[in-house]
């Protein structure tokens, strides 16, 4: 290791874009939820009686620990780290699909695919926003550091 300081980067300067912030809520907001979900299966697969217990609770868990992602991609677009944006964006790519299922449903389910596809598109759109782009220090292919080619 040297004595020598990494300069500071880009990343944190500037205040954060409304358009980041709402991104962050957007994203801790599917974070949330997929853990609540997760939690009630884990506790029905726990204490109800449904059709195949072991499978309730691996389900549990599962959304609970897919919940990590949207919910670190949150924080570290709140703090504008250039890494959280693929987290996000990952996590709207995946809900979309879930979206379009619970879209082909003749259920209740209807109004949450509608829901989750509108988050979706709203936090894609936010998070290929320029304003955010630029606020994360994300820089296009072929960009040198400092901004010449």
């Known amino acids: 290791m040297t004595s020598e300081q990494t300069p500071a980067t880009e990343e944190n300067t500037g205040p954060r874009p409304r358009r980041l912030t709402y991104a962050a809520?957007?994203?801790a907001l599917e974070g949330l939820a997929l853990a609540?979900?997760?939690?009630w299966m884990l506790v029905e697969g726990l204490t109800g009686a449904p059709d195949d217990r072991r499978s309730a609770v691996t389900g549990g868990i599962t959304l609970v620990v897919l919940a990590l992602l949207p919910l670190l991609a949150a924080r570290g677009l709140l703090k504008q780290k250039s890494w959280s944006r693929?987290?996000?964006?990952i996590t709207q790519i995946m809900a979309l699909p879930v979206a379009y299922n619970l879209l082909?449903?003749?259920s209740v389910a209807i109004p949450a695919g509608i829901a989750i596809a509108a988050v979706a598109v709203v936090a894609l759109v936010l998070l290929v926003n320029p304003a955010t782009t630029q606020a994360l220090g994300i820089r296009g292919p072929g960009r040198a550091q400092n901004?010449?080619?």
Do not use: W
């Open 36 to 39: 609540v979900g997760g939690v």
């Open 104 to 106: 082909q449903a003749d």
């Open 25 to 27: 809520a957007l994203a």
């Open 147 to 149: 901004g010449k080619q």
């Open 86 to 89: 693929g987290p996000a964006v």
